[in-house]
T-cell receptor, first 118, second 113 residues
Framework: AQTVTQSQPEMSVQEAETVTLSCTYDTSENNYYLFWYKQPPSRQMILVIRQEAYKQQNATENRFSVNFQKAAKSFSLKISDSQLGDTAMYFCAFTLNIVGGGADGLTFGKGTHLIIQP | DTGVSQDPRHKITKRGQNVTFRCDPISEHNRLYWYRQTLGQGPEFLTYFQNEAQLEKSRLLSDRFSAERPKGSFSTLEIQRTEQGDSAMYLC???????????FGQGTRLTVV
């Protein structure tokens, strides 16, 4: 079974600072996907960034980037120039690549509550 | 509205009652997923469908939980004989086969009293 661990229950930074959220996972599989999802208060979960395990290059989406260390099974999220709207729960998630394409159900970590202070 | 829609948004029920939740996925999405999220935890995968076929149901929490997607469009999640421990947010998500991005609904918050 796969597990995802987020060791930071809460983080707080000042607006415009850079923040890094940590995530480690455990799997014996070689072909999988990793995700960071954002869940603002009382709103639905939205995808922030995705990484395919077979790609060595770290994914980047505007102010969001990841540091994917496959051998260490580590997948951290860096948010640059943080904004008040980044305040949310952030979940790291994992899924296997399944036959027929796409993905199986996601395995989530417990989340990190990120607070951006003005 | 082109997003994933869940109904109702909130449900309060007495212990022992049955409840049913509905999820309408994004129209062209053939995969549909159900998750449960308890307070302070990440979502927990329950089951998923590809079209009308339920491809994974071993992680449904007990035999009191069942899900259907009869015509491959909307889905329902039923909990029979509810218990206080069933109080949680129930999330639905959908995706296209061959794509890894899942789109989530706003969830149904269940409170069992």
């Amino acid at each position: 079974a796969q597990t995802v661990t987020q060791s930071q229950p809460e983080m707080s930074v000042q607006e415009a600072e850079t923040v890094t959220l940590s995530c480690t996972y455990d799997t014996s599989e070689n072909n999988y996907y990793l995700f960071w999802y954002k869940q603002p208060p009382s709103r639905q979960m939205i995808l922030v960034i995705r990484q395919e395990a077979y790609k060595q290059q770290n994914a980047t989406e505007n102010r969001f980037s990841v540091n994917f260390q496959k051998a260490a099974k580590s997948f951290s999220l860096k948010i640059s120039d943080s904004q008040l709207g980044d305040t949310a729960m952030y979940f790291c998630a994992f899924t296997l690549n399944i036959v027929g394409g796409g993905a199986d159900g996601l395995t989530f970590g417990k989340g990190t509550h990120l607070i951006i202070q003005p | 509205d082109t997003g994933v829609s869940q109904d109702p948004r909130h449900k309060i029920t007495k212990r022992g009652q049955n409840v049913t939740f509905r999820c309408d996925p994004i129209s062209e999405h053939n995969r549909l997923y159900w998750y449960r999220q308890t307070l302070g935890q990440g979502p927990e995968f329950l089951t998923y469908f590809q079209n009308e076929a339920q491809l994974e149901k071993s992680r449904l929490l007990s035999d009191r939980f069942s899900a259907e997607r009869p015509k491959g469009s909307f889905s329902t999640l039923e909990i029979q004989r509810t218990e206080q421990g069933d109080s949680a947010m129930y999330l639905c998500a959908s995706s296209l086969q061959g794509r890894t991005e899942a789109f989530f609904g706003q969830g149904t918050r269940l409170t069992v009293v």
